[in-house]
């Protein structure tokens, strides 16, 4: 089981925008994960007519490593480590390690 997963909020602590929050857009790999607002880098685009898209430069959020971001606890309000932890019925749930509250319900 993944620790971070699309849709989670995470901060990120440590790199060029270390203290910035936003949401997990997607995971490109294992081990890279593309968050909204972190990560910015302009790139010149050619336009391309036939898919109907104009030129210019255009901001983008690029990949980082998932060791450079960790899940935000709200009830803490601040970065927290994740531990899976079994269910009874052999389910596996996210759990954050300071106060043992469940991610997935």
């Given at each position: 089981m993944r620790k971070i997963?699309?849709?989670?909020?995470v901060i990120v602590i440590s790199g060029r925008d270390k203290g910035r929050r936003g949401t997990v857009a997607r995971r490109?790999?294992?081990n890279r994960v593309v968050v909204?607002?972190?990560n910015r880098v302009k790139k010149h685009q050619r336009p391309n007519p036939m898919k109907g898209e104009a030129g210019g430069i255009?901001?983008?959020d690029m990949p980082v490593h998932v060791s450079n971001v960790a899940l935000f606890n709200p009830a803490a309000q601040?970065?927290?480590r994740v531990r899976v932890?079994?269910?009874?019925g052999g389910r596996k749930v996210r759990v954050f390690k300071s106060n043992g509250?469940?991610?997935d319900v």
């Open positions: 997963k699309k849709g989670d909020e490109v790999d294992a909204e607002g972190v255009v901001e983008r601040k970065a927290d932890k079994e269910l009874d509250e469940q991610l």
